[in-house]
């Protein structure tokens, strides 16, 4: 049993990384300053041998006792908050970045750090590759989160370098599933709740944009591969699967049964055209490969959402 501190741990994926650890008998630390993650995702481990501390990791992080992993998932990851959002972004980056690496390196634990696909912008080489350096506008509004991803990656591999820290960093590609906010602003909960409402289904751009989606629990299942793996190189993780935007609002429009009309608007500033990982890397060194299929993973969240939409949330 290992214990284990986990910073975003209220928002989507770090309460499903929560509990998959303690499920597997790890005693888990949750911190979280609920700016985007909620109780409510959270509240089914009150419980087990879960501790929660509600606290800003851009300021100065104290666990007592002894911490076997940081992993460091504390950040907006939706385009509508970091811009609603975008000083907060850079320090969480910045600042939450550099006080979860001190609390590793404090405790004698190994450190992970959540990246985004986002650090290879709008790529220019496709499928992305770890090796590839992106495209990234620096200065436009999607820069806040882009390079806030950029920086943690480079302070994770100097606190690596410098003093020796057992790190990994994890790119994660476009993940999706239960615990989601209606209002997050990314496809698929944007889809799926104007869907469920039976409101026009709203697209950016002309819809021949690719993402490739991949299911919650596979990303968690190659996040426990990784922290068990001796690699301290960058590593994608996400489903090659790829689809057109379009497509994926169409599948959801048919998956509930709506009819919902889709309506075009102009695409946001630096909106990328293409993204899909490669994951030779992953598969190599972690033998991960997802194993959700996208129907199947919409179906499985569509619930969730069914029932958010009927509480009037």
Known sequence: MARIVVTGAAGFIGS?????????????????????????????????????????????????????????????????????LPIQTLKVGSLGTHNALGLAKAKGAKFLIASTSEVYGDPLVHPQNESYWGNVNPIGPRGVYDEAKRFAEAITLAYHRFHGLDTRIVRIFNTYGPRMRLHDGRAVPAFMSQALRGEDVTIFGDGTQTRSFCFVTDLVDGLLRLMASSTNDPVNIGNPHEVSIEQIARTIIGLVKSKSQLVYRPLPVDDPKQRRPDITRARTLLGWEPKVELEEGLTRTVGYFKSKVEAGL
């Open 16 to 84: 499903h990384l929560c509990e998959v650890l303690l499920d597997r008998g790890d005693s888990v630390v949750g911190i979280d300053n609920l700016r985007t993650g909620a109780m409510a995702n959270i509240a089914h481990l009150r419980d087990r041998d879960f501790e929660f501390i509600r606290h800003d990791v851009t300021r100065y992080i104290d666990v007592e006792g002894h911490v076997d992993f940081v992993l460091h998932f504390a950040s907006p990851a939706s385009p509508v908050d970091y811009l609603e």
